[in-house]
């Protein structure tokens, strides 16, 4: 703040030079203020108040400057589940499966459409024979039509099938000669269409959809341990940034303190000229290191407020996680798990049901394809439309027709070939995907139970590295070891701290992985679950 101030050409104590500005404003300003009849001591609280005023601002800005968090693993995950770009991607993901799903849904209910033409003015030529003539002639027609019809339609999955229930009225006038008006309507009718090729697209549906609904709120919740992963490596990444910084800082002060000693025994004939330059360089590498330091914290501390959607200006000081669960996971349970929880096993479930339906396809097609429509309705006209509804008449249609191949020259048969081969490959390699699957369950299982045993291993080493370098430096001080044994301590204990950092992060690491592939919560015993309903509600 004090390069700013001065940056800005305000006295570098603000407190001084804002009570001498006020002094000169009060001599400036007396004798008026006091012909309209105020005290001195209304001025001096006057002064008071705005003094409070104004540091109680100038704090908040510092503070908005600067704002400093304290965070942890799991308030880390929790923020980047919630406010991240990447949770705002997966949501929505996961919406538009829900809303193909109810698509889906509702095309299995009845629906209801209407359509009407209001007006269809028509003024043109139709040829026509003249009887009296026994000629041709072409003759000016004038009409104006109107219609409207309701129409509900109910889909049969059970066979396949279309039923209808429909409403008609409709109106034609002649505009020229008498101008007659006539009116039809069809009360009511009610048919039936249906294939016979053996294909039912409705049944193969009601397989395929839900499991790929299922599948869609399977891979949300896996898109959350995703995310999850993706925020421990960002989190870590500023803790090493962190820690290296504080070592960077840490060894700058004793490379300076270090080469100080050793410049007074130069003097006295202690310390040989090469390990004073020893010294020396130690010095300038660690300002080195101490820069490149800064460098990285600024930019994993950049990455992880970005990430995070936060403010540029937010400092994060990561709280790294010092204990970790006792957990030791048996195999066989992770992959039941898998097997029940993992998208893609039903992944794998719906490419199956897929092949199956094309191949269903391909078969109807390659043979006898039928189809049948029956229609039954009341049907009337008149030219008055008080009477278009009396005494409706019966009509019918029945009609039956089929296609069959007689010469395609193997087209339809191929084509069956070529699907029974496809699902042929892709039951191959959903097989060998399975085992893939399988084996990367024990792998995973196996990689994370060991690696609690790193990380407590790893602990104890860092501390060990670090009792030698206090050890070692404080025998440097007093003169029983040289330069080169306090450097090679001294890059013990970074070594040691570095990898008992990249042990912590590669244990929860696995253990989000572990999540993410089975869907289970090892340390609360349960499976992963997602508020589906305030998802979409929002």
């Given at each position: 703040?004090?390069?700013?101030?001065?940056?800005?050409?305000?006295?570098?104590?603000?407190?001084?030079?804002?009570?001498?500005?006020?002094?000169?404003?009060?001599?400036?300003?007396?004798?008026?203020?006091?012909?309209?009849?105020?005290?001195?001591?209304?001025?001096?609280?006057?002064?008071?108040?705005?003094?409070?005023?104004?540091?109680?601002?100038?704090?908040?800005?510092?503070?908005?400057?600067?704002?400093?968090?304290?965070?942890?693993?799991?308030?880390?995950?929790?923020?980047?589940?919630?406010?991240?770009?990447?949770?705002?991607?997966?949501?929505?993901?996961?919406?538009?499966?829900?809303?193909?799903?109810?698509?889906?849904?509702?095309?299995?209910?009845?629906?209801?459409?209407?359509?009407?033409?209001?007006?269809?003015?028509?003024?043109?030529?139709?040829?026509?024979?003249?009887?009296?003539?026994?000629?041709?002639?072409?003759?000016?027609?004038?009409?104006?039509?109107?219609?409207?019809?309701?129409?509900?339609?109910?889909?049969?999955?059970?066979?396949?099938?279309?039923?209808?229930?429909?409403?008609?009225?409709?109106?034609?006038?002649?505009?020229?000669?008498?101008?007659?008006?006539?009116?039809?309507?069809?009360?009511?009718?009610?048919?039936?269409?249906?294939?016979?090729?053996?294909?039912?697209?409705?049944?193969?549906?009601?397989?395929?959809?839900?499991?790929?609904?299922?599948?869609?709120?399977?891979?949300?919740?896996?898109?959350?341990?995703?995310?999850?992963?993706?925020?421990?490596?960002?989190?870590?990444?500023?803790?090493?940034?962190?820690?290296?910084?504080?070592?960077?800082?840490?060894?700058?002060?004793?490379?300076?303190?270090?080469?100080?000693?050793?410049?007074?025994?130069?003097?006295?004939?202690?310390?040989?000229?090469?390990?004073?330059?020893?010294?020396?360089?130690?010095?300038?590498?660690?300002?080195?290191?101490?820069?490149?330091?800064?460098?990285?914290?600024?930019?994993?501390?950049?990455?992880?407020?970005?990430?995070?959607?936060?403010?540029?200006?937010?400092?994060?000081?990561?709280?790294?996680?010092?204990?970790?669960?006792?957990?030791?996971?048996?195999?066989?349970?992770?992959?039941?798990?898998?097997?029940?929880?993992?998208?893609?096993?039903?992944?794998?479930?719906?490419?199956?049901?897929?092949?199956?339906?094309?191949?269903?396809?391909?078969?109807?097609?390659?043979?006898?394809?039928?189809?049948?429509?029956?229609?039954?309705?009341?049907?009337?006209s008149a030219e008055n439309f008080d009477r278009v509804y009396d005494q409706p008449d019966q009509s019918q249609r029945v009609q039956v027709g089929f296609n069959i191949p007689l010469v395609d020259w193997g087209r339809r048969k191929g084509k069956l070939m070529m699907a029974e081969s496809t699902r042929e490959v892709a039951n191959a390699r959903i097989k060998q995907s399975r085992i893939d699957f399988e084996q990367n369950i024990f792998q995973s299982v196996m990689e994370f139970n060991l690696q609690a045993e790193q990380v407590r291993n790893a602990a104890k080493a860092d501390t060990v590295a670090q009792k030698g370098y206090d050890v070692t430096f404080q025998r440097f001080l007093i003169g029983k070891v040289d330069v080169t044994k306090l450097n090679i301590a001294r890059t013990d204990r970074e070594s040691a701290r570095k990898a008992y950092i990249s042990a912590v992060k590669t244990y929860w690491s696995y253990y989000?992985?572990?999540?993410?592939?089975?869907?289970?919560?090892?340390?609360?015993?349960?499976?992963?679950?997602?508020?589906?309903?305030?998802?979409?509600?929002?």
């Amino acid at each position: 703040m004090k390069k700013q101030i001065l940056n800005n050409n305000l006295p570098l104590n603000p407190l001084k030079g804002t009570l001498a500005t006020h002094k000169c404003l009060r001599r400036s300003h007396q004798k008026p203020l006091q012909g309209f009849g105020v005290k001195d001591s209304t001025l001096n609280r006057l002064h008071y108040l705005f003094l409070i005023i104004f540091f109680s601002g100038f704090i908040q800005i510092a503070n908005a400057q600067s704002e400093k968090l304290s965070l942890s693993l799991d308030e880390v995950v929790r923020i980047a589940s919630k406010s991240s770009l990447d949770a705002f991607r997966y949501k929505n993901m996961y919406l538009s499966s829900y809303w193909e799903y109810r698509y889906y849904k509702a095309d299995k209910l009845p629906s209801l459409s209407m359509s009407a033409t209001p007006l269809d003015f028509n003024h043109y030529r139709k040829r026509e024979y003249n009887f009296q003539t026994n000629e041709d002639q072409y003759v000016l027609r004038d009409y104006i039509n109107s219609d409207v019809a309701l129409k509900l339609n109910q889909n049969i999955g059970l066979t396949g099938g279309s039923l209808f229930l429909s409403s008609e009225l409709g109106m034609v006038k002649n505009m020229g000669g008498d101008q007659v008006t006539s009116y039809q309507a069809t009360p009511v009718s009610i048919g039936y269409s249906q294939s016979l090729n053996g294909y039912n697209a409705l049944r193969w549906q009601s397989k395929i959809e839900p499991v790929k609904y299922d599948k869609a709120k399977k891979t949300f919740i896996q898109s959350q341990e995703t995310l999850a992963m993706k925020s421990t490596a960002m989190f870590f990444d500023l803790v090493e940034a962190q820690i290296q910084l504080k070592i960077a800082q840490n060894n700058m002060s004793n490379a300076d303190t270090l080469y100080k000693i050793g410049k007074g025994r130069f003097q006295v004939g202690t310390v040989t000229q090469d390990e004073l330059l020893n010294l020396e360089l130690n010095q300038l590498n660690s300002q080195q290191a101490l820069n490149s330091a800064k460098l990285e914290v600024t930019r994993a501390q950049s990455g992880l407020n970005s990430y995070l959607m936060m403010d540029k200006k937010s400092q994060i000081d990561c709280k790294v996680p010092s204990e970790i669960p006792t957990l030791q996971i048996m195999a066989d349970h992770a992959l039941d798990l898998a097997l029940k929880n993992n998208p893609e096993i039903l992944d794998q479930q719906q490419q199956m049901l897929e092949q199956d339906q094309q191949v269903a396809q391909a078969r109807s097609e390659s043979g006898l394809n039928t189809t049948v429509f029956a229609m039954y309705g009341l049907n009337q006209s008149a030219e008055n439309f008080d009477r278009v509804y009396d005494q409706p008449d019966q009509s019918q249609r029945v009609q039956v027709g089929f296609n069959i191949p007689l010469v395609d020259w193997g087209r339809r048969k191929g084509k069956l070939m070529m699907a029974e081969s496809t699902r042929e490959v892709a039951n191959a390699r959903i097989k060998q995907s399975r085992i893939d699957f399988e084996q990367n369950i024990f792998q995973s299982v196996m990689e994370f139970n060991l690696q609690a045993e790193q990380v407590r291993n790893a602990a104890k080493a860092d501390t060990v590295a670090q009792k030698g370098y206090d050890v070692t430096f404080q025998r440097f001080l007093i003169g029983k070891v040289d330069v080169t044994k306090l450097n090679i301590a001294r890059t013990d204990r970074e070594s040691a701290r570095k990898a008992y950092i990249s042990a912590v992060k590669t244990y929860w690491s696995y253990y989000y992985q572990l999540r993410m592939l089975t869907l289970f919560d090892f340390i609360k015993n349960e499976d992963l679950t997602a508020e589906y309903d305030k998802i979409i509600q929002n």
